[in-house]
């Protein structure tokens, strides 16, 4: 069916305007004390150029991790109170294939959903997930009931799940250490966006 009608070319309605924005962020992990430091971040394409031409120079230790995060977030429909849900994904790499790099398929998928009015049980559901001890749909649940928004969380090559860690003896507290800085990067990229 066309947009316009057959006799006047009168648009039979208006094409709804797009209600994404899109959000990047570049964190570096110090690998001695895992704090994370934030060398890009931005909302606007003017921001964006000039900062990752300045990225190669502020992109820390050599041997630090680096979390690229991408937020896509989704406006409520006009007239409806509250946000829309969330796109968040977020890859880890290392300095010398750099920030925002050729990036690995999909690692993950969940669904985060925050708790019904009245009710404190919230929900997630792993849609896509790389092996049985994926944590993508426990960090999606929290984010969810953090922002009280759905939210939909990717992670690429994080790599970090608790028993791939213990299995090449990197042991679990160092794993579960590493999740959760990567936890604290993606919370204050929503905070910052939502």
């Known amino acids: 069916m066309s947009t316009f009608a057959s006799h006047g070319q009168t648009p039979l309605y208006e094409p709804a305007t797009p209600r994404f924005a899109a959000h990047k962020a570049v964190y570096a992990i110090d690998p001695v004390t895992l ?12 921001e964006d150029d000039q900062q990752q031409s300045d990225l190669g120079n502020r992109m820390g230790r050599d041997d630090a991790t680096h979390i690229n995060v991408l937020v896509l977030p989704h406006s409520a429909a006009p007239g ?3 946000g829309g849900m969330v796109w968040v994904w977020a890859q880890v790499t290392t300095p010398s294939k750099g920030a925002f790099a050729d990036s690995a398929p999909m690692g993950s998928l969940a669904l985060g959903m ?6 404190a049980r919230t929900n997630a559901s ?6 049985a001890d994926d944590p993508t ?6 984010l ?18 608790t028993g791939s860690l213990a299995a090449a003896g990197t042991g ?11 936890e604290r990067c993606l919370f204050m990229e929503l905070k910052r966006v939502l």
């Open 35 to 46: 704090a994370p430091e934030r060398l890009f971040s931005t909302s606007s394409a003017d």
């Open 80 to 82: 409806k109170p509250g």
């Open 114 to 119: 925050p708790p019904r009015p009245g009710d």
């Open 126 to 131: 792993q849609l896509v997930s790389s092996g």
């Open 137 to 142: 749909a426990n960090i999606a649940r929290r």
């Open 144 to 161: 969810s009931t953090k922002f009280g928004r759905p939210i939909y969380l990717s992670l690429n090559n994080a790599g970090a799940t």
């Open 172 to 182: 679990v507290s160092a794993a579960a250490e590493k999740l959760a800085t990567l």
